[in-house]
């Protein structure tokens, strides 16, 4: 089996890694950054996206999983102490994979053929590089609302614990098929107005964003940033790919958000 270790490349990190490195070669595995069968992340969230979107090209060979040198996270959740357990596990491969989905952002030009498409682990948010973002918002081709306000964000049920849910969306188990709108700062009035509430959709549903007037957007895609320019349409879909995670024990989804927003030991 061949493996590979993303680290935030901080001391602690590093340490771990050089550790983790070491065993595993030890018990026979085999170190390939470019065709792993298992990628370990050490540091936080962040470290997992940056592995996540490393191997984006090759979600259905690649198992990942994370080791915590900060605050726990919803990706890392094995801690420092626990190096050697974690790394027998994998070198006894006792473990199980699980896939959780993932959202496809698809960005059309004017006056291009081919769109731009990215995977999201978490989520990708639109804004305007002006002050206010209009766009009117398609659900399945028919027109939902016009939205006026700081911008939209869609999720996926394992980023519902992200950005998301700090701008008021809810929290949704991450195996459940499903993608989530959420509004940034919107503007109603008597002139203008959109639903005001998080929108949670099936995977059979599309979302397309169209710009009413302004053709150039600020898109984020997790920690990815980029000004596009000349823009027909966003759409959002439920991706065909999943992320695999190895499960080498029971972590309950509601146990960790227990853990990180209510727990204050932890």
């Not at 503007?187 to 964003?209: D, E, K, Q, Y």
């Not at 065909?240 to 958000?257: I, L, S, T």
Request: glycine share 4%.
């Amino acid at each position: 089996m061949k493996f590979y270790i993303q680290s935030r490349s901080d001391e602690l990190s590093n340490q771990l890694m050089a550790t983790a490195r070491e065993y595993l070669q030890d018990f026979g595995l085999e170190w390939s950054e470019e065709s792993p069968d298992v990628v370990l992340s050490i540091g936080g969230d962040g470290t997992f996206l940056h592995a996540f979107h490393k191997y984006r090209n090759q979600l259905d060979s690649v198992a990942f999983v994370g080791l915590h040198t900060g605050h726990l996270g919803f990706y890392a959740d094995w801690k420092p102490l626990e190096i050697e357990k974690l790394v027998l596990s994998i070198a006894k491969k006792d473990y199980e994979v699980i896939e959780y989905p993932l959202l496809e952002t698809s960005i059309h030009y004017r006056n291009k053929e081919k769109p731009a498409v990215y995977l999201a682990l978490n989520e990708s948010t639109v804004k305007s590089p002006d002050v206010t973002l209009v766009m009117d918002v398609f659900l399945n081709e028919s027109h939902f609302e016009t939205f006026r306000g700081d911008g939209l964000c869609m999720s996926t049920p394992s980023g519902s614990t992200a950005y998301n849910k700090a701008l008021g969306g809810a929290i949704i188990h991450p195996s459940l098929q499903a993608m989530q709108l959420t509004e940034m700062a919107s503007i109603n009035n008597r002139v203008f107005r959109t639903v005001g509430s998080p929108l949670v959709l099936p995977s059979h549903h599309r979302c397309a964003l169209r710009p009413v007037k302004a053709v150039d957007f600020m898109v984020t895609v997790d920690h990815l940033q980029l000004l596009h320019k000349d823009v027909k349409s966003i759409e959002y879909r439920v991706a065909d790919e999943k992320v695999r995670f190895a499960r080498f024990r029971n972590h309950p989804f509601w146990k960790r958000v227990h853990d990180s927003f209510i727990d204050s030991e932890v």
